[in-house]
Each structure stands twice: as C-alpha cells, then as structure tokens.
C-alpha cells in the first residue's frame, strides 16, 4: 500500500525486475538495460524476456525510458510500490543490516548526554544511511528552567547561565549600560531566579520576566535591566533544535547537475521554521514506523524532486522527529535501518543486530 493508500499487484517475475531496476538505478544513477538486470538476477530469465517485463512494467507506468534505445528508470509510482513491499517485509527485513553498518554506528555512537547530542546524532544518520539527516529536537516549548544566573564578570558585564531540565545550559554575556555593584547583581539574579525557576519556556516567554522594576529600588532597576537583555537568549531557545547533516555529499550526486532541484533544496533547508513545520506535517499524516514521501507525492512542493523519510525518535524522554532527505533513487532499505539504528541508540538501547 502506498501513501495515498493505493496497491498495485505484480507477479513475482515483475517484482524481481523492478526490484533490480530500483537498487540498480541507486547505485549507479543511470538508466538501467535488461543485460544488466539479467547479470543482477539470480536464476535470470533470458534477456528478451527481462525487457519484455520491462515493458510491461513500462506501460503501467512502473519505469520510464528516457529516450529510444536507452535503458529504464523507475518513476515515482514505481519507487512507491518497491518501498511499500519493503516497508510490508521489515519485521522480517530489518535484521538485514548491511555490513558495517553496525560498526560504523558503534565508532560513532554519540554519549549519553551534552548539548552536542543531538548534532552527533544528525551526524551519525547521515554517515549511515549516506543522504542528508535532519533531527528535530523536542519542542522546547515545555522544557523547564531549573535555575537562572547572572553572575558578575565586571561592574557593567555579567554572565547570564539558564539550566534547562533537559540538560542543557546556555551561557551569555551581558554588557549594561551602567555599572552595578556585584551584591545589587546577586541580589537581582535570585530574584529573576524566583520568577523563571520551575516555569516552561513558553510561560517564561508569556511575561514570567516581567513586572520586576514597578518597585523601584536598586535591585529591581538592575533586574528590569537584566531582564530585558535576557528575553533575547530566551527568545532563541526554539531555533536551537533542528540539526540538519550531510548536505554536501548529496550536492556531488548527478542528480543536482539541474540547477532547480538544487534551488529548491537550498530554500528549504535555510529556515528551520520550515523544516519544523515540514516534518511535522508529514509525520503526522504517516502510517507504520516510517512514513515516506517520494517525488510528486510530496505536499511540499519545494520538495518534490526528492525523497522524504520520517520517524519519530526519544530524546531525553521527549518525543522529537528525524527525517533523511535525499534524491528519489536513494537507498531505501540502508535508510530504514539507518533510522532504526538511530532510534534505538536514542533509547539507550543497543541496535539491531544482524542474524
């Protein structure tokens, strides 16, 4: 079953050769003939009898055929019936790991922990499964502030440190306007501590800084001050959980020698409020442990040249999203396991092992 929730049933001769096409025409990015389907095949049929199939497979709009005499390539509908027999077999499928997959995860296996976990996983998708990774972190909406400082540096700068419950600390230097006196920062600082301590980013962002100075003392002057300035770190917050690996080798594949596709890509991954909303809307309309988007089913139409997969992915006890965009001949099964890889190492489980 597709996306849109469509089947197409082949014979187990036509499900072979377009398997054959498909992982033909990702490893080589070119049109596929039937004498290499035939070498491909185990127990082939004759050569006539492979591009008989493929015109079969040709007619019901399965494979294209560039130009006369040249070999095929899947379409769109034929990518979409090859990842739905694949995603139909993965109970089965996804002890197959290709080699070194396994390896590679476990050299790269990010730590426990540290606000450069997320990054490191981004990178580890993009090694594994070779196209471009994206990780959305959890919706820092709900992360909690455990404790805000600012800590003295001179008589008009501080350091201001907010300690999130999820790990991580951010860090910024303030410069004032005027000076002052270390004891009047101190005192500022368990005040605004007071206020933003326990509380969501999002009730901090709603005025939990607020109101400080409508008694007006050196402390509370100081803190309006301190206050102010700090809105900006935490206005910040929310574009700080996408990360997005693995861009520049899918810029050297042959499939972005057409300047659009490498335009469209480029607009779509320059904002990560796009790439939020983007996986976001397609994660919520999947199905199964992966959802796929391929070419022109694609509701994105920035996207429509490529392949989109997505799954949802634990970080730190949250619920975050992860996604591998790619040309649409990527190699759909590496990516799956790639994924799974990644979501069980997220869960602090090991991954799938081979049998």
Request: glycine share 10%.
């Amino acid at each position: 079953m597709n996306q849109s929730g469509r089947t197409l049933e082949l014979d187990s001769r036509a499900m072979a050769v377009l398997d054959a096409v498909v992982r033909l025409h990702s490893e080589t990015g070119k049109a596929v003939s039937s004498g290499l389907v035939e070498r491909y095949l185990a127990d082939a049929p004759s050569s006539a009898t492979i591009r008989a199939v493929m015109k079969s497979l040709e007619d019901v709009g399965l494979l294209e055929q560039p130009h006369t005499s040249a070999g095929r390539l899947p379409t769109d509908a034929g990518y979409r019936v090859f990842v739905d027999r694949l995603r139909r077999q993965w109970t089965f499928r996804r002890h197959e790991v290709p080699p070194g997959m396994i390896q590679l995860a476990e050299r790269s296996r990010p730590g426990p922990g540290g606000a450069d976990r997320i990054k490191h996983l981004a990178r580890l998708l993009s090694l594994l499964t070779r196209n471009i990774s994206i990780i959305v972190g959890p919706s820092l909406e709900a992360v909690t502030a455990v404790r805000l400082e600012f800590l003295p540096r001179t008589l008009n700068r501080v350091l201001m440190v907010l300690t999130l419950d999820d790990g991580q600390v951010l860090t910024r230097h303030l410069d004032l306007a005027q000076e002052y006196a270390p004891a009047v920062v101190e005192e500022a600082s368990r005040l605004l501590n007071g206020r933003v301590a326990g509380r969501s980013i999002a009730a901090i962002r709603k005025g939990a800084l607020g109101g400080v100075d409508l008694v007006q003392t050196p402390v509370t002057r100081c803190a309006a001050v301190l206050a102010d300035q700090g809105r900006t770190l935490i206005d910040q917050i929310a574009g700080q959980d996408v990360e997005l690996e693995g861009v520049s080798q899918v810029l050297e594949e042959p499939d972005f020698q057409d300047a659009e596709p490498l335009k469209a890509l480029l607009r779509f991954i320059e904002s990560p409020q796009a790439i939020r909303d983007t996986l976001s809307l397609l994660q919520g309309s999947s199905t199964g442990p992966f959802g796929v988007w391929i070419g022109a089913e694609n509701p994105v139409g920035a996207l429509r040249r490529f392949s989109v997969l997505t799954s949802e992915i634990e970080l730190g006890g949250r619920p975050g999203l992860l996604a591998v965009l790619g040309p649409r001949r990527l190699p759909y099964q590496r990516a799956f396991h790639g994924m799974e890889i990644l979501r069980r190492f997220s869960g602090g489980h090991p991954p799938v092992p081979t049998i």
